[in-house]
């Protein structure tokens, strides 16, 4: 089973859009039950708070469904050891990711851009507005990273 964290600053926007659209790929993939799937914050200041509107009126409109109890949760040390991927959105949440979990020994951390070649951040929506192209961003992210962890389920 791959284990994969996506992590943003507060849980609320792109790390949760991060996980549903990437549970939808996999179900359609018939994957389900290759993957646990969640995402954290690095932050504490929207612990317990529900998804943005914003990211639940884009993945409506995608038709992605989600859990409509999901409330943003915090990061924890213990993760590294939990998951085989840790993936933050943007630079700055790799260094808050890096000072959460300690090193990075085993290679786990990335921005999720990486996996399609790009170096960029995924702008966050909390302050842009603009969940299209976070949403576009976070779409071609983790089709790179399905296409990388498909290679690695048929190794």
């Not at 990335?110 to 842009?128: C, H, M, N, Q, V």
Request: proline residues 2%; hydrophobic residues 35%; contains cysteine.
């Amino acid at each position: 089973m791959i284990k994969i964290m996506f992590v943003c600053h507060g849980n609320i926007c792109r790390s949760t859009m991060a996980e549903f659209v990437f549970k939808d790929m996999v179900k359609k993939e018939n994957l389900s039950d290759k993957f646990l799937i969640q995402s954290a914050a690095t932050s504490s200041e929207e612990i317990g708070n529900h998804i943005h509107h914003g990211t639940r009126k884009k993945l409506r409109e995608k038709g992605i469904p989600y859990d409509e109890k999901k409330t943003a949760v915090k990061l924890q040390k213990s993760d590294y050891d939990k998951f085989d991927y840790l993936i933050g959105m943007d630079s700055m949440n790799i260094v808050n990711m890096k000072r959460i979990l300690g090193s990075d020994p085993k290679n786990k951390i990335f921005k999720l851009l990486e996996f399609s070649g790009k170096e960029r951040d995924i702008a966050d929506p909390w302050y842009t507005g603009n969940f299209d192209i976070t949403y576009d961003d976070i779409l071609e992210g983790l089709s790179a990273l399905l296409k990388n962890c498909l290679k690695i389920q048929i190794k």
